[in-house]
């Protein structure tokens, strides 16, 4: 099975103040370059987001939303759409990704439409692996406006993967939450 991975960058980033999350930096790297190099030898690696023009320089594939204005739901379903296969799909602002954790995850999904990592009781499906069969329940529900990302996974079958891992599932909203990860408090 092909491993690939699509990042998650077509937020409005209005909790931080408009600021691009995935060009935040941690030690010394963007956020996103942080998560390309961790998975650099997957298949595919592509980024969703409307603002290609961003991520020109650095050699990687990038895709518009096939549908505007539908949140995440709207980017897994460009992801899956783009590279037509399965995908692990995370969020850019996740800067404590580890690849050998989700490598795990691609011995479930043969029998399933995903695989999402539970932490402290809470799905985390902007760091979880989609099967492409996934994409009829997610076009289904943008049809329908029903943009949480729930909304699908009730209707696939689902494997959920407990995950007890304080900083894999960090992910960087606020500029208070930038400025804690800054000085080390995760």
Same mark, same amino acid.
């Given at each position: ?64 939303? $096939? ?9 897994? @379903?460009? %992801?899956? =759409?783009?590279? /037509?296969?399965?995908?692990? &799909? ?35 499906? $902007? ?9 009829? @329940?997610? %076009?289904? =529900?943008?049809? /329908?406006?029903?943009?949480? &990302? ?37």
């Amino acid at each position: 099975m092909k491993k690939n991975i699509a990042l998650l960058a077509g937020g409005k980033n209005s909790r931080m103040g408009g600021f691009t999350k995935s060009f935040l930096k941690f030690q010394d790297k963007y956020f996103f370059q942080r998560i390309l190099e961790e998975f650099n030898d997957f298949d595919k690696t592509v980024i969703i987001s409307n603002q290609k023009n961003l991520y020109k320089e650095y050699q990687v594939e990038t895709f518009e939303d $096939l549908i505007r204005d539908k949140g995440p739901l709207g980017g897994i @379903y460009t %992801a899956l =759409s783009a590279i /037509n296969d399965s995908c692990f &799909i995370a969020a850019c602002d996740m800067p404590f990704l580890n690849k050998e954790k989700i490598l795990n995850f691609y011995n479930e999904l043969n029998n399933y439409d995903a695989v999402i990592p539970i932490y402290k009781d809470r799905p985390q499906p $902007l760091c979880a692996l989609y099967n492409i069969s996934i994409l009829k @329940y997610i %076009a289904e =529900s943008i049809d /329908n406006n029903d943009l949480k &990302i729930m909304i699908p996974i009730k209707k696939a079958k689902v494997k959920f993967v407990e995950i007890d891992d304080d900083k894999l599932f960090i992910n960087v909203n606020t500029p208070e939450e930038y400025e804690e990860l800054k000085k080390g408090i995760y």
